[in-house]
């Protein structure tokens, strides 16, 4: 929400729709963007109604920080966390806007499957934003990527497949000897 509420305010033109937090979390951000009729806020949902959601979105956002800090406080669990939101947003093919961080690297490739963004510079959000806003087949063709990336890699069938395939790789060979 740093990140959103650094960006709505800049790309009046667009409708953020804020889909989770905690009731404090809503209440306090609702406050903070008072002044910006372009936040959407819609609460928590129940994981199955994600999917409408998302299908309505044009582009989404994956505003990780570099900072992120673990339950408890403590370190910072940045580099480790498991983007599991992004593998959401490709399973439904939307272009993403996220964070450029190392552990983002690990699935998203900046202007192939995703376009990647400093997390401490607002301003990169906004021109990723109208960079999308303003070329369709940039974001169809990102998108489309993003979910072929998916289909491929990340989806239960290629987790499976490829886990097999390691398997099968580390068996004796059942040659005649």
């Not at 044009?58 to 593998?87: H, T």
């Not at 699935?107 to 192939?112: A, E, I, M, N, Q």
């Amino acid at each position: 929400m740093e990140i959103i509420s650094a960006i709505a305010p800049r790309c009046g033109w667009a409708t953020f729709h804020i889909v989770g937090g905690t009731p404090g979390d809503i209440e306090y951000w609702t406050s903070k963007l008072a002044k910006c009729p372009n936040t959407v806020f819609h609460g928590y949902v129940p994981h199955a109604t994600t999917c409408a959601y998302l299908a309505e979105m044009d582009v989404v956002l994956a505003p990780y920080l570099r900072d992120v800090e673990g339950e408890g406080g403590g370190r910072n669990i940045a580099e480790g966390m498991s983007p599991r939101k992004l593998f959401e947003y490709m399973a439904h093919g939307k272009p993403i806007v996220s964070s450029d961080l190392s552990v983002i690297r690990e699935v998203l490739r900046d202007s192939v499957n995703s376009v990647l963004v400093s997390p401490d510079n607002p301003s990169d959000w906004v021109k990723a934003l109208q960079r999308l806003r303003e070329n369709k087949a940039l974001r169809d063709q990102i998108g489309q990527q993003a979910k072929a990336d998916f289909l491929a890699k990340y989806s239960r069938i290629a987790r499976a497949t490829n886990i097999l395939k390691e398997i099968k790789s580390r068996m004796p060979s059942s040659g005649s000897s």
